[in-house]
């Protein structure tokens, strides 16, 4: 499997447009490292080039990508010729002198637009040889890019060394290790560790004493590949930077030449036998001659021992530590349990699991165990499968008990079942409402009120459940010339993308409308099942209006980048609470056979319910949103 995760660095600001020949030319090289560059449309290559050059070309790429297909690539260095450009991009892996590459593309402007050539470092095959004009400017830049690729890399590797000590100085002060408390040191290394900051992780290891620790290239051979991607090399490494574990200081020893620093350890994703919940990591450190804290690079995470050997000299330490990680995250007041509620389901998509932890009950020493298995075991619940979101659906109070419903949403399986719904008991105590550690033993049955209550919503359909939330609109029909104006239309749009990227069902049901029929609701349920199914990001190409209708043509692209964009055409319909997206008949830019068979569905769908003028109006825009499709250039 390929690993691009530097490389995905640089392709935020491409999402924003390429504004010169070094975006370009980066993009190039991170589409030939994915393997997905088609000769005729992602590069300059004169139409009539043969079909055995071709194949030769694309041998050329096919081996260019084994070179490019990690690291970090930067644009170093860019010459521009009127339309012709020459641009020089690094690839550096860990600040290794030995895998640094200098890479030079050609570029060429056409429609207003830079595309590189088809064999980098060289206009060949771009025709240029026939126009005279270019041909002596190409030749120059061809020279330029021939001298600067032998100048720059051995530049770069002279530099490497000095760079990497600008970035950890840059990462971290000397002050922050000369007055931070060992425990903030440790906690520092560890969050570095997380984010994959290797500056920052070396620096909290020694990277700013002078001289460096005698095993300095050990250490920053060892933490830079275990920082380079999220592929963690031992099972210890992949715990400690885990954002499911939480974690608090539980001890801190204080001997004659150094410190060590006991963290405690909580995994609730464990649940294998042997595979203990509790560990405890120590952390040696000691202090420079001018100062400076540095952390010993453990051996346990060296040779990935399993966490349970860690300290098992000190079983009162596994004991001590779940009161001292409770006492970390306080329970929080909650003046209602629906308050409770939604703040539960915010904390139950988090991939952290101390944001759970908060919303429990305050526990004494004997519980606070108990209470962080049962705050895992209900964070689990809805962690299980990447495809799952919380939905909160409804809560009730009787007395001082609640119970609050909260469905485990599968984006592969768009229903709202009984089997899929979470009953959370909740409890008020003086301090306000919390989830206690234990429920009453026959649960909510216990009370009847809440017990009745639960089941007759348990057993609701899908669109029983929509009305009941009554956050989504529902349509009955759209009345003629009452289409949204663009800025409300625009306004709209947003929120549906932005709640789709917020990943919260609860949130995509405010921005949406459906219709009134049988299989509204599911189609609704499905269409949000499917926008969740992949992450991507969207970008507004423009509004249209056309009697009951606005629309917006957008371009969507996955987040990796990955797959080539697709073009969807999202109707915006006026509704009691306001402009919303009619989801369901969100239409393809009919690029392929497969999309176009889905926009024949949805037209057979708006022909059953609405009147033939509504659907005569909405493909007049279809044809605007095809037209300006096709005369955006692809980015």
Not at 255 to 281: C, N, W, Y
Not at 559 to 565: I, L, N, Q
Request: glycine share 4%; aromatic share 6%; charged share 30%.
């Amino acid at each position: 499997m390929r690993r691009l995760t530097a490389c995905l660095l640089t392709l935020l600001p491409l999402a924003h447009g390429e504004s010169g020949p070094s975006d370009a030319a980066v993009g190039f090289l991170i589409d030939i490292a994915r393997e997905r560059v088609e000769l005729e449309t992602d590069t300059a290559i004169a139409e009539g080039t043969t079909r055995e050059k071709k194949q030769n070309i694309r041998e050329r790429l096919q081996r260019l990508s084994q070179a490019v297909d990690q690291g970090e690539l930067k644009a170093i260095n860019e010459r521009i010729e009127g339309e012709l450009a020459g641009v020089l991009i690094s690839r550096t892996i860990d600040y290794d002198p030995t895998q640094i590459q200098v890479h030079a593309i050609a570029m060429m402007k056409r429609d207003n637009r830079w595309l590189p050539a088809p064999v980098p470092s060289s206009f060949e095959n771009t025709g240029i040889s026939y126009i005279p004009e270019l041909s002596e400017k190409a030749e120059e830049l061809e020279l330029w890019m021939l001298r600067q690729r032998s100048t720059r890399l051995s530049q770069l590797r002279e530099n490497i060394q000095s760079e990497l000590m600008a970035d950890i100085r840059k990462a971290v002060s000397m002050d922050e290790l000369r007055e931070a408390e060992p425990e903030q040191i440790v906690e520092r290394f560890i969050d570095a560790c997380r984010v994959r900051d290797l500056p920052a992780a070396l620096a909290c290891l020694g990277g700013l004493e002078d001289p460096l620790p005698d095993n300095w290239e050990d250490v920053l051979r060892f933490t830079a590949g275990s920082t380079r991607t999220a592929d963690s090399p031992t099972e210890a490494w992949r715990r400690m930077t885990s954002t499911a574990c939480a974690r608090a200081m539980v001890i801190t020893e204080r001997h004659t030449q150094d410190v060590i620093v006991k963290l405690g350890e909580f995994a609730p994703f464990e649940s294998t036998p042997g595979e203990p919940r509790i560990s405890i990591m120590p952390f040696s450190l000691k202090r420079s001659e001018k100062g400076l804290w540095r952390i010993n690079l453990p051996s346990w995470l060296l040779d990935g021992s399993p966490p349970g050997q860690r300290d098992s000299t000190s079983p009162e330490l596994i004991q001590a530590f779940p009161s001292k990680l409770l006492t970390k995250y306080k329970p929080k007041s909650f003046e209602t349990p629906k308050a409770l509620a939604v703040s539960l389901q915010q904390a139950l998509s988090s991939p952290n699991f101390e944001a759970v932890l908060p919303h429990m009950a305050p526990a004494e020493e004997d519980d606070a165990l108990a209470t962080l298995e049962r705050a895992a075991d209900l964070w689990r619940e809805f962690r299980e499968r990447s495809s799952q979101s919380p939905l909160f659906l409804d809560v009730r109070e009787e007395g001082n008990e609640a119970c609050a419903l909260i469905a485990r949403f599968d984006s592969r399986s768009s229903r709202i079942r009984r089997s899929q719904i979470t009953f959370v008991y909740l409890q008020r105590l003086d301090d306000g409402w919390s989830i206690p550690v234990a429920e009453p033993e026959a649960g909510i049955a216990a009370n009847p009120a809440l017990s009745d209550w639960a089941q007759k919503l348990g057993n609701q359909s899908e669109a029983e459940w929509l009305d009941h939330l009554g956050i989504a609109a529902k349509l009955g029909g759209i009345p003629a010339d009452s289409a949204p104006n663009e800025a409300e239309a625009r306004a709209a749009a947003n929120a549906w993308l932005d709640a789709v990227k917020s990943r919260d069902p609860r949130k995509i049901l405010g921005t949406v409308a459906y219709f009134d029929d049988d299989r509204g609701a599911e189609k609704l349920l499905r269409t949000i099942g499917h926008e969740l199914q992949a992450e991507h990001q969207a970008e507004i190409l423009g509004v249209h209006r056309n009697g009951r209708w606005s629309a917006v043509s957008t371009r969507t692209r996955s987040v990796d980048r990955s797959d080539p964009p697709y073009h969807l055409l999202y109707p915006i319909v006026t509704t009691p609470q306001g402009p919303r997206v009619l989801a369901e008949a969100a239409l393809f830019h009919a690029d392929t056979r497969s999309r176009e068979f889905l926009n024949s569905a949805i037209w057979n769908r708006l022909s059953g319910r609405l009147p033939e003028t509504a659907v005569t109006e909405l493909k007049d825009i279809q044809e605007l949103h095809d037209r300006l499709v096709e005369e955006t250039p692809a980015r």
